[in-house]
């Protein structure tokens, strides 16, 4: 058990690093659509709540499972697709004929 | 436990999840980066669906379907002025979804009756505390960004002490779960208790520094996705919750700098509490005000080289971005070189003006941040502010005793000629009088943005 939990302490604090690499490359003119977007990407969460949702008997484990599996699922089919959306108009066709 | 192609496929995620995030370094690589983001979800979701302990798939069917169904029609209804209260739903959900996962795990263990570990009870704890307290307090923000209760913040005695005493008896009582992990009575109360604790944490928090609240919420939604995916020792957990916790945390840094103030200042000052805000007119500002009509303001800008646009949040109250555009696409057409000047906090979240003017189909190239544009004011002829006020106060950078000395502004006061389009002399979010009002060379065009703007088209069309 120690053992893994140095494993994932790993992973947390490197994956850390790299998101710290990554995100102050997002120019402020994309700050919305990231946070829009890695808020969905905060939406894996739904992963725990399949698993907790999906067990073979019915109770209050369970069920709470199914309420965070529906949580979950609006912010990441909302989050993916409201950015989409925000990220069309920066592409839009007039902005590519100015190009 | 896992069956290894799962792990695999929670990998190939992570990978998606990191060169997603890579691409939106800039507009044009930025749509295919989301959608790898969402294939990475995808095949995330896709690979948990074989996980040997999901039996029964009708409790995840309803609520993905009710997830799915709201979030795909959120997303398509979204006004873009409303972003800032989608994406604080959004984190509140996030965070609750968190909490709930936290908590049934805690629980599934107690009806097996199975003693979780501390490296399994510490991140419940933990995941519960954060989770619960995203949640309330991004709801306290929906609800003073869409104005539902009101947005000046909301003080009373004792209040830090009131929020100390809750957070020290959270750890208490966190604590004593950790020792006793099957008293779910106790994990009830720290949801109850950390979700008091998210309101009471917001409300004192002014409108005005919402950016700052929404992005530390951001955060938390992932720091909270992180706890959970320790407690279910999931590494695509922890990867995507670390990605969106640094993501959140770079923004919130931002966004304090962008106000010149400390994280501490944001959470703890409650800004605008005290300083009384003062009446319509012109008694708050000293000097003579020079005003002028919009065929003033078509004559000056025809006579232009160049014009900087600021756009305020007050431009998008007034839905005034399309008018703008065509003006901004008009002065262009004429010869004379167009830019408009990005503040950091000049909406309501970080980015939010830009992605507004994008809506009016303004091409990306000609929005600039503030550091790139600043140094150009002294050079151009005009500079149009519609609708932002303490973003281009001079007193920021020129009066040690402003309240908002050291914010750094757009130096609109260095052009030539400063056109300032406003609804009267109020002064703005900060309540702090703003002297470029009545500097020589700035002309006051009162009225609505939207009008303002029409009449000043219309009158560069006649020329």
């Known amino acids: 058990m120690e053992e893994s939990f140095a494993l994932i302490i790993t992973i947390f604090v490197l994956a850390m690093f790299v998101g710290f690499e990554v995100i102050t490359k997002v120019p402020p003119t994309l700050h ?19 698993i907790s949702a999906a067990a073979e008997n019915i109770t209050l484990s369970s069920t709470l499972g199914i309420i965070a599996v529906a949580l979950a699922t609006v912010n990441v089919v909302g989050g993916f697709l409201v950015t989409d959306r925000m990220l069309k108009m920066f592409t839009s066709k007039r902005s590519k004929e100015n190009r | 436990m896992t069956a290894s192609w799962i792990g695999f496929a929670y990998l190939l995620a992570s990978a998606l999840f990191i060169l997603g995030m890579k691409r939106l370094g800039s507009p044009r690589t930025a749509p295919a980066g989301n959608r790898m983001a969402a294939v990475g979800m995808l095949i995330a979701i896709v690979a948990t669906l074989f996980h040997e302990e999901i039996v029964r798939f009708e409790g995840i069917v309803a609520g993905a379907t009710v997830g799915a169904l709201i979030g795909a029609i959120a997303a398509q209804r979204v006004k873009m002025t409303a972003m800032p209260q989608m994406v604080a739903t959004f984190n509140g959900l996030g965070g609750g979804a968190s909490a709930l996962v936290a908590g049934a795990e805690l629980i599934r263990l107690a009806e097996q009756g199975v003693a979780p570990s501390p490296f399994v009870s510490v991140p419940i704890v933990l995941g519960t505390l ?20 009101s947005g000046k913040p909301t003080v009373f005695p004792l209040q830090h002490l009131l929020n100390l005493v809750l957070g020290l008896g959270l750890l208490g009582l966190g604590g004593a779960l950790i020792l006793q992990p099957e008293e779910l009575r106790l994990f ?23 950016p700052v609240v929404i992005s530390l919420l951001n955060s938390y939604s992932g720091l909270a996705a992180c706890a959970t995916g320790f407690v279910i020792q999931n590494h695509a957990l922890i990867i995507g919750g670390s990605l969106v916790g640094a993501s959140g945390i770079i923004l919130t840094q931002i966004m304090c700098r962008a106000m010149n103030r400390s994280l501490a200042n944001v959470l703890f000052g409650g800004f605008g509490a005290t300083t009384t805000r003062t009446g319509a007119g012109p008694a708050s500002a000293t000097g003579p005000v020079k005003s002028g009509s919009a065929e003033d303001a ?48 000049a909406g309501r979240m970080p980015g939010h003006m830009n992605v507004l003017l994008a809506e009016a189909d303004v091409p990306y190239e000609l929005l600039i941040e503030m550091e790139e544009i600043n140094p150009s004011f002294p050079h151009t002829d005009v500079a149009l502010v ?38 009267s002399l109020n002064p703005g979010f900060a309540g702090v009088d703003n002297p470029l009002f009545t ?20 009158a560069i069309n006649e020329i």
């Open chain 2, 188 to 210: 009830w109360t720290i949801l109850g208790l950390a979700g008091l604790l998210g309101v009471l944490l917001v409300i004192p928090i002014g409108g005005a520094d919402m």
């Open chain 2, 298 to 345: 078509a004559a000056i800008l025809d006579a232009a080289r160049s014009v900087i646009i600021v756009p305020g949040y007050g431009l998008a109250v007034a839905q005034a971005q399309h008018v703008v555009r065509e003006l901004g696409d008009r002065l262009i057409q004429r010869g004379i070189n167009v830019k408009y000047a990005i503040h950091p906090v």
């Open chain 1, 32 to 50: 919305t659509p990231l946070m829009s977007g890695s808020n969905a990407i905060s939406g894996i969460t739904i992963i725990g709540a399949l």
């Open chain 2, 130 to 149: 954060i989770g619960a307290v995203t949640f309330t307090g991004s709801f306290v923000a929906f609800a003073k960004l869409q104005e539902l209760i």
């Open chain 2, 439 to 458: 500097l020589p060379q700035t002309m006051m065009l009162f009225g609505d943005g939207k009008k303002m703007m029409e009449e000043v088209l219309r």
């Open chain 2, 386 to 423: 519609i609708g932002a006020n303490d973003v281009t106060n001079p007193s920021a950078r020129d009066d040690p005793s402003s309240e908002i000395y050291g914010m750094p502004i757009l130096e609109v006061d260095r052009a030539r000629t400063v056109m300032v389009c406003k609804r």
